[in-house]
């Protein structure tokens, strides 16, 4: 095996991973947002207070336990809990879209996944950079990389198909 059919086959086998990655990302997805759709909003707000009273999260009056209440009320009051669940529907939705598309190696889907998931690391960073959040970076990273991966996947199938 050339060093190049190995280099293929990596590539190849990393594109299926993000891809799958992508997929059941977008599956969780899918499923937080039914399973936000039934919950009542009460019992979030309870699930934080259980989770807080019994000192799960440190100090029951420190900065983490204040936060996670602060979040709870504000997913309680109503837009909050509609936007993350069409949020979260939506992503899912488009992901497991691409995802299905990527897997059947429909040309078209690249460009659109790469446009898709561009976008995904645009709103990623700008969330990450208003709410200071830890893990969107390292989520928008993780698209960068994969929009690596479906790049040089596209480029080798229009390679193979033209010859």
Do not use: C, N
């Amino acid at each position: 095996m050339t060093t190049s059919t190995r280099q293929a086959t990596t590539t190849e086998r990393l594109f299926r991973i993000a891809v799958a990655i992508k997929g059941i990302d977008g599956g969780v997805q899918l499923v937080a947002a039914i399973v936000l759709l039934f919950i009542p909003p009460a019992l979030v707000l309870s699930l934080a207070h259980a989770v807080i009273t019994r000192d799960l999260l440190g100090d029951p009056s420190g900065t983490l336990a204040a936060h996670l209440l602060q979040a709870a009320g504000h997913f309680a009051g109503g837009s909050t809990r509609w936007f993350a669940i069409f949020y979260l529907l939506l992503h899912g939705i488009i992901k497991l879209g691409l995802v299905t598309a990527l897997w059947r190696k429909i040309m078209p889907a690249y460009p659109v996944a790469v446009l898709v998931l561009a976008a995904f690391v645009v709103y990623e960073v700008i969330r990450a950079v208003h709410t200071h959040s830890i893990a969107l970076p390292f989520f928008a990273a993780l698209d960068v990389a994969i929009i690596v991966l479906v790049i040089r996947e596209y480029l080798q199938l229009r390679r193979e198909r033209a010859t």
